[in-house]
């Protein structure tokens, strides 16, 4: 003790009286003229929040000059299923927007309002799902993989993972087709990193692209992990499955010890007729059971004859797949309507609006655009079955969850249980305009340049941690779907932020 000089003391007295009196005014800086209510324990930081929308729509050039309207839902896990639309007996936004000048200097006006309750079915986020019964294959070429516009990583991360950087038990192997070793090594890392279980290795050179894609059934067949799996599915390097639980689930009600082919058609009915072939496209994931994969593995569906062609023919991987087992097995298709080649064109929001729980997604970033992993976001909130759900309010907002967030200014006096036809339609062929008839029932006529409907779409979300997300949407002044014929556009961009909070 007496070796301790008094002024040590004094020194870490200071300290802690500084500490516990500046302290808290540095804590509360964070929070100050935000609004934020009570359970503001949960955000991470409301000024980092806040700063963050900023950055998001800086970066998105959206004007400074807005109008604004935020909510913050809380999410009640006691709804006995899914239903196609949840009716909410409350505003959405019952002081409507706010012109609001997103500044360096001003926070947004985040959280105004009481919190909104919604009620959810049971919360499987990703961090719940065991997904080691499930094998995918992929091949594609390193370009893409590698591609800014392209890379799938962050979709895979979204369903390969628990969300925090761990697999969830599902393998990858990743054929690369004319890539160096160190573009495989590269390949390897990268998904490693990302969490994600995976073997990436170079396809086989003397083989063509529906030579490689019936390929993957042997390396899938053949990985050393085969005695853990129970299926074994064939993907795109653009396929998305938005809700792990619930394809879990769905494949699971198929005896694995026995032989299936799981998979869907396209929407095309037109290309229904033409390929001749009841026959799982693949974009959507086609799954096959380990009697399948066994099988398909043994025979000679890569024969070719003296001319260099495939015997089975088959100009495509899924279709050569198809016909092996058409001539060699007994094996059919088991259609699963509920997994999606989307051979659609267009603005898909009449799909995405439809409140439909989709198994799996595709040709999100070629035939039409969407970013799965921030539409998929909210599943780290309100679980799987809450990505695309729908929500309906009395002032005439409906939230399709992670895609938009639609006003009817003159009232919701349709049937919202019809698929508005957003889409292009193909005109050329009478045959195609059945097409979304049995895909996706009856059409509802669009309601672009109506002036019934004003949208806003996901712009980007964000998980804060805790079950909590937060989801930005943008309506541009200048998008001609929102006004009528002549009527002049509305003057300043719109943005949404909805909070997302267990
Ligand atoms: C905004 O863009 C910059 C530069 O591309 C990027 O580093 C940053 O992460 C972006 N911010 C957000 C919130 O997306
Ligand atoms: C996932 O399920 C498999 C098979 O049922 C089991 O062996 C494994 O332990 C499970 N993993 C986790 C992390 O629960
Ligand atoms: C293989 O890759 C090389 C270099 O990236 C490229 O020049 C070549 O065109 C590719 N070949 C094929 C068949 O894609
Ligand atoms: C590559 O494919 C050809 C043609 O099917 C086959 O003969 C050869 O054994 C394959 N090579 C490997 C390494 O699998
Ligand atoms: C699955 O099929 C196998 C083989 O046909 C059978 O032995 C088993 O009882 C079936 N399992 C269930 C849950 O029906
Ligand atoms: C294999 O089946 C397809 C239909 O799936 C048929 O068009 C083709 O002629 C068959 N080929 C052989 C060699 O039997």
Same mark, same amino acid.
């Not at 004859?305 to 001539?327: A, F, I, M, T």
């Given at each position: 003790m007496a070796r301790t000089p008094l002024h040590r003391y004094l020194g870490l007295t200071l300290l802690l009286v500084f500490c516990w009196y500046v302290g808290p005014s540095l804590r509360n800086r964070g929070a100050s003229g935000s609004g934020l209510g009570s359970g503001s324990g949960r955000y991470s930081s409301n000024l980092d929040q806040s700063n963050w929308i900023k950055e998001v729509l800086a970066n998105n050039s959206i004007e400074t000059e807005v109008s604004f309207a935020s909510r913050t839902l809380k999410y009640i896990p006691d709804a006995k299923e899914r239903l196609s639309m949840t009716e909410v007996n409350q505003n959405l936004f019952p002081d409507g927007f706010a012109d609001v000048h997103v500044g360096s200097d001003s926070p947004i006006p985040l959280h105004s309002g009481s919190t909104l309750k919604v009620h959810v079915n049971k919360?499987?986020?990703? !961090?719940?799902? @065991?997904? #080691? #019964?499930?094998? =995918?294959?992929?091949? /594609? /070429? =390193?370009?893409? =993989?590698?591609?800014?516009? +392209? /890379?799938?990583?962050?979709? $895979?991360? *979204? $369903?390969? +993972? !628990?969300? *925090?950087?761990n697999s969830n038990g599902a393998g990858l192997v990743l054929a690369l087709f004319n890539s160096s070793d160190a573009e495989i090594n590269q390949a390897q890392e990268r998904l490693t990193t990302a969490g994600i279980s995976a073997r990436v290795l170079a396809s086989n050179k003397t083989l063509d692209m529906p030579g490689r894609?019936?390929?993957?059934?042997?390396?899938? $067949? @053949?990985?050393?992990s085969r005695a853990e799996r129970k299926y074994f599915a064939l993907i795109d390097d653009d396929t998305f499955f938005p809700n792990m639980p619930d394809l879990l689930d769905t494949l699971h009600t198929h005896n694995s010890s026995k032989p299936y082919y799981i998979g869907t058609i396209t929407e095309r009915t037109d290309w229904i007729i033409r390929d001749h072939t009841p026959m799982a496209y693949g974009g959507g994931g086609i799954f096959l059971t380990p009697p399948v994969? #066994? +099988?398909?593995? %043994?025979?000679?569906?890569? %024969?070719?004859?003296? %001319?260099? !062609?495939?015997?089975?023919?088959?100009?495509?991987?899924?279709?050569?797949?198809?016909?092996?087992?058409? @001539?060699?097995? %007994?094996?059919t298709l088991t259609y699963e309507p509920r997994l999606n080649q989307e051979d659609g064109f267009g603005d898909p929001s009449g799909l995405y609006e439809s409140g439909r729980s989709f198994l799996s997604m595709h040709h999100y970033k070629s035939w039409h655009h969407l970013e799965p992993d921030k539409m998929h976001a909210v599943a780290s909130a309100c679980g799987g079955d809450c990505v695309l759900q729908r929500f309906q309010f009395n002032d005439n907002f409906i939230i399709s969850n992670g895609w938009s967030v639609a006003q009817y200014p003159h009232g919701i006096d349709f049937d919202t249980a019809i698929v508005e036809g957003t889409f292009e339609l193909p005109n050329t062929d009478q045959l195609a305009d059945v097409l979304h008839l049995y895909a996706y029932g009856a059409l509802r006529k669009s309601l672009s340049k109506t002036g019934r409907k004003k949208g806003w779409d996901l712009l980007d979300a964000r998980e804060e941690g805790s079950g909590v997300v937060t989801q930005v949407y943008i309506k541009r002044r200048g998008d001609e779907r929102w006004s009528r014929e002549g009527e002049a556009a509305y003057e300043r961009d719109g943005v949404i932020v909805l909070t997302w909070i267990p």
């Open positions: 919360v499987l986020r990703p !961090d719940a799902v @065991n997904a #080691s #019964s499930l094998i =995918f294959g992929v091949s /594609t /070429t =390193f370009g893409r =993989f590698d591609g800014k516009k +392209t /890379t799938p990583i962050k979709e $895979w991360a *979204r $369903w390969l +993972t !628990d969300g *925090r950087g894609y019936v390929d993957l059934v042997q390396l899938l $067949w @053949n990985d050393p994969a #066994s +099988t398909i593995s %043994e025979l000679p569906c890569l %024969e070719k004859d003296s %001319e260099g !062609d495939y015997v089975l023919g088959g100009d495509q991987g899924d279709k050569l797949l198809y016909n092996c087992l058409h @001539n060699y097995t %007994e094996i």
